[in-house]
């Protein structure tokens, strides 16, 4: 039997896994309405992908928490899908935590703060991001490594989305967590970077918001198939291909379509659904 160090666990919770914008309702109830947002926990470190509506809870989760950890805010991109939750993620006003925020596209001539800053003042939104007083902002460009905390670097690539995209791939304890999202497949030199960024993964989170046959309608428009995941996880050696970023349309009983015929092509397909948490490494296993 192999005993498992809880301090080796590379664990991925899923507080939102919808694109473009929330879809609560009666459709939507087992995957889930909430934008993107993700936890990984990386042994003592907290990481959190997006800022999508699921921030929001676990925001509130982080605040009921016994321990204060200190966390790493990665934002992907600033489409509103994945920074509508920051103005009501609880721990970044609190003194409390210790968030360092980064991106990998602030123009040159800006800085992360100003971009959020957008969104967080008037007439958008009342409160400024001079009250974000948890959180300190970085910046990075997509593509190089960045040292988070001591011992703990992630990797980065640019991805294949209007504005530009970051993909993340996080490695600890032996096992490996990548996300591809937002992206559009396509342009063969991005295609094949992509391709090795996700060699050999255990889990990677992959933009799958339409289906190859309807893919036609909305090239251009940065998103990618969940055929495409399954293909790119075969070719690359992924063990677990994540569906992610479901078109808002898409019912719980078409996501529970996709998951079948997805996972008649590639026996570890997953679609990404609301609470569900995976354990990468040796056997990466679902826990919840
Ligand atoms: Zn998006
Ligand atoms: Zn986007």
Redesign the pocket.
Known sequence: MTVIDPRDDLRLTFWGVRGSIPTPGEHTLRYGGETTCLEIQAGPHLLIIDCGSGARRLGWHMDQRRQVQPADLLFT?F?LD?ICGLPFFCPAYSERFDIKVWAGHVPRDGSLEEMLARLMSPPLFPVPTTALRGCQFRRFTAGEAVGLRPGLTVKTIQLN?PGG?TGYRIEWGGGSIVTVT?HEHGNPEIDAAVARFVEGADIMVYDATYRDEEYGRYVGW?HSTWQKAVALADKAGVRHPVMFHHDPCRTDDDLDRIAEQARARHPGAIVARQGLELVAGAAPVEAG
């Open positions: 991109h489409h994945h989305h995209a937002d940065g």
